[in-house]
């Protein structure tokens, strides 16, 4: 079984910056892929970034130049490095773990004014 843990969402004024991180704990394989989601109600989950074990990434267009995603293999930890946020940033964000299956964390809420 896997455990994702999130944190660093809240509340920023347009033009700020977060950082969200996510830690895996439990049976984590070697090779996986972790990212980061994003859902606001009546939407469909999209992604925003992932990155692999060896480094491959896929940035959203919309994120591009904005986000950057990186990760501390050995700490099984993912981060999101959020800057110049915008209020359609405004969603729950969702740590992601692929490897046999799709691992979800529990969400963190990113809220951006204007």
């Known amino acids: 079984q896997v455990q994702l843990r999130e944190s660093g969402g809240g509340l920023v004024q347009a033009g700020g910056s977060l950082r969200l991180s996510c830690s895996a704990s439990?049976?984590?394989?070697?090779?996986?892929?972790m990212g980061w989601y994003r859902q606001v109600p009546g939407k469909q989950r999209e992604l925003v970034a992932r990155m692999s074990s060896g480094g491959s990434t896929t940035v959203a267009d919309s994120v591009m130049g904005r986000f950057t995603i990186s990760r501390d293999n050995l700490r099984n930890t993912v981060y999101l490095q959020m800057n110049n946020l915008k209020p359609e940033d405004t969603a729950v964000y969702y740590c992601n773990l692929r490897q046999d299956l799709d691992y979800w964390g529990q969400g963190t809420q990113v809220t951006v004014s204007s």
């Open positions: 439990g049976s984590i394989w070697a090779g996986n892929i």
